[in-house]
């Protein structure tokens, strides 16, 4: 692996992390105080007036693999930017760079038509809509895809789409114009190919969102998570993704950099904790000295440190087996980060908090919230269990 970053990273390294600090950083406060006084289903004006800098400044769709659409970055050449805009929650919508509208977008990008394209990537690209991605259901173990039972089935020139979804992000989001829904189009097929990927447009008749889900206490408004009913909701067949059979193929070609994604912002929100439980322990002392003179405190600031790098290393090395093998390559690395780095931010964040005391788990600063964020990381594309399983099973494959 070669570990120094290209010129076109670090330069894009410095801009971000310019604009985070001045601007997107000093602004969390603000963002959470226009919600809570217009309404937390409200569009922030302060998150519009941040992302037109952004798009201005052509700091915009990073993520995008090179295409017509853009020139775009490799996972590697990506990655770094994703810490930087990680340290923030609400950092990578200002760059258009936010789950789950980058995976939806690169799906579009690789499996959609011309016409689909056109309809939906080119007003997500420019930040004019939102989307949603909906796999998982309530009534079944969705670590497993192929336990869906979501119906998609074929009327003539329609599907008929019946189903219910939950943890839809973005479902609570007025901006929010399309889904790609995963069903099953033949439960008698071979296993990994009974799932299909179907375009609905949000205003679809039968579409109903039926509530919203916090996270430990959290709304996550304006965007939410949402459970979703669809009752013989009817679009064209061709607002099929590639074609009947293809969802499980499509969902594996999401997930690897959404994963890369997911992981490298974690590791921004671990540096961040790191960063602040230093300022702290300098600032407060206890029993005639300096938290920063405890020897604990110390061993929590190293373990940190340590801990950070490793997991660092490891999504970039992830990232760039992907880039030079593919995604399928790379399944072992995936699976390893997607366990490593979320532990790692919980270790740190942790920490953090336990340095700040009450202060900690206050909305006073960003830990809590950054803690809660991490946590369902370990749930978020697939639970660490399954991932274990898949990383023992290839290490000793190797021995078979």
Known sequence: MYFEHSEKTKELQAKVKAFMEEYVIPNEHKYEEELNEIGRWEISPIMEELKAKAKKEGLWNFFLPKSEYGEGMTNVEYAPLCEIMGRSLIGPEVFNCNAPDTGNMETLLHYGNQEQKDKWLVPLLNGEIRSCFTMTEPNVASSDATNIQSRIEREGDHYVINGRKWWITNGGDKRTKILIFMGKTDPTAARHEQQSMVLVPMDTPGVTVKRTLSVFGYDHGPTGHTEIIFENVRVPVSNILVGEGKGFAIAQGRLGPGRVHHCMRAIGAAERALE?????????????????????????????????????????????????????????????????????????????IQAFGAGGISEDFPLASHWANSRTLRLVDGPDEVHRRDIARLELKQYS
């Open 276 to 352: 602040l439980m230093c300022k702290r322990v300098n600032e407060r002392v206890t029993f005639g000295k300096k938290l920063a003179e405890q020897g604990v405190i110390q061993e929590w600031i190293a373990k940190s440190r340590i801990e950070i790098d490793q997991a660092r290393l490891l999504t970039l090395q992830a990232a760039y087996k992907m880039d030079k093998e593919g995604n399928k390559a790379a399944r072992k690395e995936i699976a390893m980060i997607k366990v490593a780095v979320p532990e790692v931010a919980l270790n740190v964040i942790d920490r953090a």
